[in-house]
């Protein structure tokens, strides 16, 4: 594996030559009576994903603005064809995770970096999957480098600095959230002069 990436893309650079033997049966629901581990999803996304260029430009926050939010794949979708972008493949990874081994905790990463501009269209968004293990931080579901899982870790923080480092790319900011959805914003309910005993 190269020890710097190209930072202008999110496409992978080399696979895990030795990804091991991976486990599937016919259907995604068969498929995780089978699965235990983030191990056993790591074989499999090193094995069959496949990353997708088109649809990366489709999710820029380009074409975003201009034509609306693209759902992005639900795990059966891309269980049928793992085809897909980062935010594909760390959902794939933390929905399954989190239905064989919750007890993980697997969330997502979202990564700013500072912006790059591939053909006419703005990219800085990158989605990883984290999970904790013996109290240790874990990172896998990179369509970067699928079939790696980095890790141990500390923290997070960790991660991230060494992850700039390979991307070779300033990270802006980093949030640890529970879904790769934007949350709205909700206020607290105002109290209207109601006295509390």
């Known amino acids: 594996m190269s020890v710097t990436a190209d930072p202008a893309s ?5 696979r895990i030559s030795d990804g091991g033997k991976f486990t599937q049966a016919s259907s995604y629901g068969d ?13 499999w996304v090193n094995a069959r994903f496949e990353y997708d260029p088109a649809r990366a430009i489709q ?5 975003r603005q201009k ?14 064809a793992p085809r897909g972008v980062c935010v594909d493949l760390s959902r794939f990874a933390i929905e399954t995770l989190r239905a064989i081994d919750p007890d993980t905790q ?11 501009t591939i053909a006419g269209n703005t990219l800085r968004r990158h ?6 293990r013996e109290g240790q931080h874990y990172y896998f579901a990179d369509s970067k ?25 300033r990270v802006v900011s980093f949030r640890e959230v529970d879904s790769y959805e934007r ?3 909700t206020m607290a309910p105002k109290q209207l002069g109601v006295d509390r005993p």
Do not use: C
Not at 10 to 14: G, T
Not at 106 to 116: G, T
Not at 146 to 158: D, L, R, V, W
């Open 67 to 80: 034509n609306g939010r693209m759902p992005i794949l639900a795990p059966e979708v891309f269980f049928a």
């Open 31 to 43: 498929t995780l009576k089978l699965w235990r581990s983030a191990e056993d999803i790591n074989a």
């Open 145 to 169: 480098r699928p079939g790696h899982i980095a890790g141990p870790y500390g923290s997070t923080q960790a991660f991230i600095d060494e992850y700039a480092r390979y991307r070779g790319r």
């Open 59 to 63: 999710l820029s926050e380009t074409q």
């Open 10 to 14: 999110d496409a992978p650079e080399a």
């Open 183 to 185: 949350q709205a914003r």
């Open 106 to 116: 697997p969330a997502y990463v979202m990564i700013e970096f500072d912006p790059v």
């Open 127 to 132: 989605w990883v999957a984290s999970f904790l």
